[in-house]
């Protein structure tokens, strides 16, 4: 697993972690932001057009007005995959029934990784697809996709399994913001994560405030 990248990412310029527990105020929006026109932009999540475990196409506009929590694996992954899947199914549990939170999980490994088995895949984990979509798509576009979540994935013949990967998890708000990020093989990681996650939720669909009537 290759966490110099990202380390470097995270504590130069404006990152800052959201999974360091005790931070008053929102989260913030991690990455870099620059000024246009006077008003400042951050970064955001690309467009993207990948095929989901049930041959249905997934889209930017599938997590419209959502949260989700993304990451990168592959099914044949012998080191941590097994480990983050377990946590990732431990979020899947806990938001289940909390339809403004999604899951998107990029297949890495797109020769191996079919529609057909990323299926066998989901159906093994018990998910549901409306909830948790298992995705492949063009080498270059899921590499590239890591990059934008500000997470490592590459081909490495002398890696296990032939990838060099990380393990993180990733939350992105309504806006395309990556707000967090955690170890994806670290429990108690992913459980100062769901702090994150509940914190976030209250951020973006706070109840309006009543009109104050003079």
């Not at 057009?49 to 419209?64: G, H, L, Y």
């Not at 480990?83 to 191996?112: A, G």
């Not at 998910?127 to 996709?145: A, C, N, P, Q, R």
């Not at 993180?168 to 670290?186: F, Q, S």
């Amino acid at each position: 697993m290759n966490q110099l990248r990202l380390f470097i990412l995270l504590v130069t310029g404006p990152f800052l972690s959201a999974c360091e527990g005790g931070q008053e105020g929102p989260l913030p929006v991690l990455g870099n932001k620059y000024t246009v026109g006077g008003d400042t932009v951050f970064h955001e999540i690309a467009d993207f057009r990948f095929v989901n475990q049930d041959s249905q196409w997934v889209t930017n506009a599938t997590f419209q007005d959502k949260v989700y929590l993304a990451d990168f694996f592959f099914t044949s992954c012998p080191t941590i995959c097994p480990k983050v899947k377990k946590q990732m199914l431990r979020l899947y549990n806990k938001y289940e029934q909390d339809s403004r939170v999604l899951l998107l999980s990029h297949s890495i490994d797109v020769r191996r990784d079919t529609v057909g088995h990323l299926r066998r895949y989901a159906s093994n984990l018990g998910v549901k697809t409306e909830k948790w979509h298992f995705v492949t798509g063009l080498h270059d576009e899921i590499y590239e996709m890591a990059d934008d979540y500000f997470s490592t994935a590459k081909v490495d013949a002398e890696a296990p399994g032939g990838f060099d990967h990380s393990g993180l998890i990733i939350l992105v708000d309504a806006n395309r913001h990556v707000r967090a990020y955690c170890d994806g093989t670290d429990a108690a990681s992913v459980g100062q994560f769901m702090e994150d996650i509940d914190k976030l939720l209250r951020e973006e669909y706070a109840p309006a405030l009543d009109p104050i009537v003079n």
